[in-house]
């Protein structure tokens, strides 16, 4: 099975992501067993699983996110692509088969309740029309015109934590986030302002799908 590609081809771009979606990678993660996947999120759930409202704490919601952009995060953290001390010790000790399992688990739980619906003007134009001067695409091109997320490893936006999504999308502006495959993210969020950054966070927080 080849899920990692050969370092040599991702030297160029170092650091970013040793994950290829070769069609043997795709179906591993599509054949992840759910009911097994269970078991192992057990001790996830107590930072991923569903915090009141208002809760501050930036730990990502991981239930209705797409299985394959689950995957390539955990294998990222895992081999060091994308930085975390607390993802990296727990991924050390689980194998590609929990990893797609536990991605499975997730991408088939429903979404906690979103936060109130929020309007911004401006979120909303970079969303939905991005902006040319910038040379920056619309969001919804690539993430889902209701930020469910596309394939194969475009997550989706719509009900997860503002504060997360603040968090991640300074950490690309700033590089301390590098996993993502030809920089797409980081060449989009260091075109917008901290501002823009908290609007379209709190923006996708209150989507629903
Ligand atoms: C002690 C708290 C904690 C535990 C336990 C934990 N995580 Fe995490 N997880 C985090 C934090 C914090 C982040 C965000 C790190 C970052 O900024 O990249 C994260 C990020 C993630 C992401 C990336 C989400 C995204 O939208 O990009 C995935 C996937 C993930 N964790 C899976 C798991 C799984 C599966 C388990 C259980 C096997 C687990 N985590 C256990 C704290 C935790
Ligand atoms: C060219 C396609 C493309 C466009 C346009 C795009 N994104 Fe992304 N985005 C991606 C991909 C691919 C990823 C996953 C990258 C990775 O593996 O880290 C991603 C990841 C993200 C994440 C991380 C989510 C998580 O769970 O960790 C956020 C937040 C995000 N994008 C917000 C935005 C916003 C806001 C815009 C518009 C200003 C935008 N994106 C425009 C392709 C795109």
Request: proline share 5%; glycine share 8%; net charge neutral.
């Amino acid at each position: 099975m080849t899920i990692l590609l050969a370092s040599a081809s991702v030297a160029a771009a170092a650091p970013s992501s040793r994950i290829g979606w070769t069609t043997d990678a795709l179906n591993f993660v599509r054949n992840g067993d759910a009911e097994k996947g269970m078991a192992v999120a057990q001790t996830c759930d107590a930072c991923h699983g569903a915090s009141p409202e208002n809760d501050p704490s930036s730990f990502p919601y991981l239930s209705g996110q797409l299985a394959t952009y689950l995957f390539k995060q955990m294998q990222d953290y895992k081999n060091g692509s994308r930085a975390s001390q607390i993802m990296k010790g727990i991924m050390a000790n689980l194998s590609d088969q929990d990893i797609a399992d536990v991605a499975a688990y997730y991408s088939r739980q429903p979404l906690p309740p979103t936060a109130a619906p929020l309007r911004f003007e401006n979120a909303e134009i970079l969303v939905e029309h991005g902006d040319g001067k910038r040379i920056l695409p619309p969001c919804a091109a690539c993430h889902g015109s209701s930020g469910q997320g596309e394939r194969v490893d475009t997550p989706a936006l719509a009900g997860q934590k503002a504060s997360y999504l603040e968090q991640t999308l300074l950490a690309y502006q700033s590089d301390a986030r590098a996993n993502d495959l030809y920089q797409r993210m980081r060449l989009i969020a260091r075109q917008l302002s901290r501002e823009e950054i908290q609007q379209l966070a709190r923006y996708y927080a209150g989507l629903g799908r």
